[in-house]
């Protein structure tokens, strides 16, 4: 077993046509389709518990990817649905079967996502400890997911997992039983992440949407407070970290300052001690109960001192990048190298930094970094556009803005284009979200 290095499991569920297309799956179809992924994934699990890891200090695992959907999915379109983020194939055949009915596109999206899937709890006394699987991933590109009790017990067998990428779907939908299976998605990414072996050390959990034209934003951007909780807490043993949706980057970043200090008796936060490069992104639409950022300067500023005071607990970090993930773009960079301690903000919207925020900023720089802040704001006005307002670097402990450094020409690495997958990027040291659903 030496010379396999990546397994990709597809694992073919229950087929549907178009009279089913735009209707959730009955239970007799949610039976079949677990009753097809219990079989297909306790076959490969007892199989690799087999197997026995490569030895030597170069030895490198498997890399598992689970990839359950239905052959059907990609062969139906829904054309009163702009979110699907994959076009399909509009054969005549489905053309005809709609001629005759209107589609219901809450239907269609419940029935691409299918139900949660669930593992026979009976199996699990067959299935062993499987050390030679190293990275295990479950792409959002198979729309499916994993039920909170399936999750916990796959990452208990993967006991030498270094790296775990999970994306899901949910649908959002005011209607009661929609709901329910979002959170049924929730509690399934919950328990993953609370069943972590010690061993991860790159962890990603993107969560992606759908939703109906029209649907209330604040339902839309609704996170779980005990997933939120849980992503924070899986973040502290991590060397990278990136979560999309799941968790706010200002919940991360709160949640994190509200926990009462270390048992100890030092008096001091838990720190992130291995933490090398994170990625998050923040809410910056306009909400009732608050001011977005980028109508009030002073939110951004509470928000950036709360990001400096919380990475004040991460003595690693390299890199760091927040998206903003619908308004007005924004991304907001720090990256430390063996030159310089940079912070960057690209937005479309003014963004003045005001002493105290440079202060906290530059406080971190000195005690984690062997270099000065050097700061940087960008006005970016559409895709591929910009104006570079150049460098500004600290001089000592001075309170003002910092001597301005025009560097003339600047080539910028590509703000808004976003690749498919940024763990990939998170191991070129580079971080930059991906978005299926929605490019800006």
Known sequence: MALVKKIDLCIALREYDCKECDRKEDPVTIKHNNAIFTKAMTTLLQTMSQWKPASGEAAEGIELRIKPMSSSDTQH????????????????????????????????????????????????????????????????????????????????CFNRLEEVIYEYWEFIDPAPSVTVDRQARADGAKGLLRCLPSSVRSLTVWRSHLFIQGTDPDLILKTFPELSAAALEASYDRKNVA????????????????KADEPDGLGRRRQWKDLERLALNFDNTIKAHEPAIHDNPKVLGRFLANVARAIEDMPSLRLMEIWAHRGPQCLIRYEVSD???KLTIVA???????????????????????????WEVKRCHMIGDHEDEGDHEDEGDHEDEGDHEDEGDHEYEGFLDFPLNFMDNLKLGKLIFPTLAEFY
């Not at 979560?243 to 509200?258: E, K, M, P, V």
């Open 243 to 258: 979560f999309s949706f799941n968790i706010w980057a200002d919940a991360f970043f709160g949640g994190h300052l509200r």
């Open 339 to 341: 030159s310089e301690t």
């Open 348 to 374: 479309e919207f003014d963004v003045e930094l005001s002493k105290a925020v440079l202060k906290a900023w530059r406080r971190v720089a000195e005690k984690h970094t062997r270099a000065s802040l050097v």
């Open 77 to 156: 379109e829904y054309p009163s649905n702009p979110q699907l983020p994959i076009s399909r194939p509009y054969t005549e055949s489905h053309k005809q079967a709609f001629w005759n009915r209107r589609i219901s596109t809450s239907g269609a999206c419940t029935r691409m996502l299918g139900s949660v899937l669930q593992m026979d709890s009976e199996v699990w006394d067959s299935i062993a400890k499987v050390p030679v699987v190293t990275s295990f991933s479950m792409s959002c590109l198979s729309y499916r997911a994993l039920a909170a009790s399936t999750a916990e017990r796959l990452m208990s």
